[in-house]
């Protein structure tokens, strides 16, 4: 069965920072990983996909991952915190009948 | 947008009580899932369903059942609701041909 671990559920950093957001997974077959954000009193949105092609993918708002079989890891980062990217974030793997296995979230806190 | 709505919006009940949760799309498309949200938890799936009649069930499918007797709608049954539903919970949909799913805007239930 497939599975996801984030690192970190309370995540701080200052307006300007790099984002690092952790992902590690667990799979017997080549996963399919995404990145969710949800902002407060709201649904969950799709930041990134992989799905085998490139090992570097770009997502929407500056956000970026990076896909290491070796490490089993899916990192989410972004360069510069925006005091817009304040919410939480999850990471997920596809499993059976295209259903998703999320980890548990990680809170990103954007400092002034 | 996948055009999906939940309703109702937010609800709150007593133990013990029956309660049906809604989800409505507009596009036909044919994978459909309940997930209840959790701090801590992350997202967990409830019960999925592809196609008409066609369900299963999910990680947390205990004191859950659902229904889809029409493409566009997913209803989740709380038979007897008890407290520890007390939950967010989200309905998705996968479209056809791809991996990602597309949330709706949740339904806050509270089970006093």
């Known amino acids: 069965a497939q599975s996801v671990t984030q690192l970190g559920s309370h995540v701080s950093v200052s307006e300007g920072a790099l984002v690092l957001l952790r992902c590690n997974y667990s799979?017997?077959?080549?996963?399919?990983l995404f990145w969710y954000v949800q902002y407060p009193n709201q649904g969950l949105q799709l930041l990134l996909k992989?799905?085998?092609?490139?090992?570097l993918v770009k997502g929407i708002n500056g956000f970026e991952a990076e896909f290491k079989k070796s490490e089993t890891s899916f990192h989410l980062t972004k360069p510069s915190a925006h005091m817009s990217d304040a919410a939480e974030y999850f990471c997920?793997?596809?499993?059976?009948?295209?259903?998703?296995?999320f980890g548990s979230g990680t809170r990103l806190q954007v400092q002034p | 947008d996948a055009g999906i709505t939940q309703s109702p919006r937010h609800k709150v009940t007593e133990t013990g009580t029956p309660v049906t949760l809604r989800c409505h799309q507009t596009e036909n498309h044919r994978y459909m899932y309940w997930y209840r949200q959790d701090p801590g938890h992350g997202l967990r799936l409830i019960h999925y369903?592809?196609?008409?009649?066609?369900?299963d069930k999910g990680e947390v499918s205990d004191g859950y059942s659902v229904s889809r007797s029409k493409t566009e709608d997913f209803l989740l049954t709380l038979e007897s609701a008890t407290s520890s539903q007390t939950s967010v919970y989200f309905c998705a949909i996968t479209k056809q041909g791809g991996d990602e799913q597309f949330f709706g805007p949740g339904t806050r239930l509270t089970v006093l």
């Open positions: 992989y799905t085998s092609a490139a090992t």
């Open positions: 369903s592809y196609g008409v009649k066609d369900t």
């Open positions: 997920a793997v596809k499993g059976g009948r295209r259903a998703l296995t």
């Open positions: 799979s017997s077959v080549p996963p399919y």
